[in-house]
């Protein structure tokens, strides 16, 4: 596997709770740190979390990281129209000595 | 504030080469590991490879090893992609990448 496992699309409605998921294994997710990424049509990834649960300075709290076991997620509250986007996670494997993605999840708001 | 701003990219023949850098700013770079991650068009984001923070230790996604090579300079703060044997498939947005910011990329197209 060299892919991280992430539904291919999830909805929701302006201010409801979304989660997305990320399922790795023992190697990647299991190990080490998950990092999850929003990208905007037409532009550059941009980093939401890092190390788990981590924001960098800007991210808004709506945005939230949370890893359990082989499993990460990522919540986003109260959505906005601004957040229709694809977001990809990412764990580094260490059999595999690759920076592993999943294959992105396309986020529509409704 | 953190930047890392690559350049280098554009058009070249199969079997071509390139060489891209990135010139970060705004942080310690020596103490981070940098990596080169791409995105076709229309598809997913690919690592590439990356560069760990000794500048020695570096590791490759097969589709590029013996083709391409990571080197970044730890006195002038810039990381770079030198791309050998180019392929069709390797178009692709390049963007160079610490765990908590990315560039804006630098588009590699390879046609004939």
């Known amino acids: 596997q060299s892919v991280l496992t992430q539904p291919p699309s999830a909805s929701g409605t302006p201010d409801q709770r979304v989660a997305i998921s990320c399922s790795g294994s023992?190697?990647?997710?299991?190990?080490?740190?998950v990092n999850w990424f929003q990208q905007l049509p037409g532009t550059a990834p941009k980093v939401l979390i890092y190390?788990?649960?981590q924001r960098p300075s800007g991210v808004p709290d709506r945005f939230s990281g949370s890893k359990s076991g082989t499993s990460a997620s990522l919540a986003i509250s109260g959505l906005q129209s601004e957040d229709e986007a694809d977001y990809y996670c990412?764990?580094?494997?260490?059999?595999?000595?690759?920076?592993?993605f999943g294959g992105g999840t396309k986020l529509t708001v409704l | 504030q953190v930047q890392l701003v690559e350049s280098g990219g554009g058009v070249v023949q199969p079997g071509g080469s390139l060489r891209l850098s990135c010139a970060a700013s705004?942080?310690?770079?020596?103490?981070?590991?940098i990596h080169w991650v791409r995105q076709a068009p229309g598809k997913g984001l690919e690592w590439v490879t990356v560069?760990?923070?000794?500048?020695?230790?570096?590791d490759y996604a097969d589709s590029v090893k013996g083709r391409f090579t990571i080197s970044r300079d730890n006195f002038k703060n810039t990381l770079y992609l030198e791309m050998n044997r180019l392929r069709v498939e390797d178009t692709a947005v390049y963007y160079c990448?610490?765990?908590?910011?990315w560039g804006q990329g630098t588009l590699v197209t390879v046609s004939s």
């Open positions: 990448a610490k765990r908590d910011y």
């Open positions: 705004g942080f310690t770079f020596n103490s981070y590991p």
């Open positions: 560069a760990w923070q000794d500048g020695i230790n570096k």
């Open positions: 023992s190697s990647n997710i299991g190990i080490n740190a």
């Open positions: 190390n788990n649960d």
């Open positions: 990412a764990a580094w494997d260490e059999s595999l000595r690759i920076w592993m």
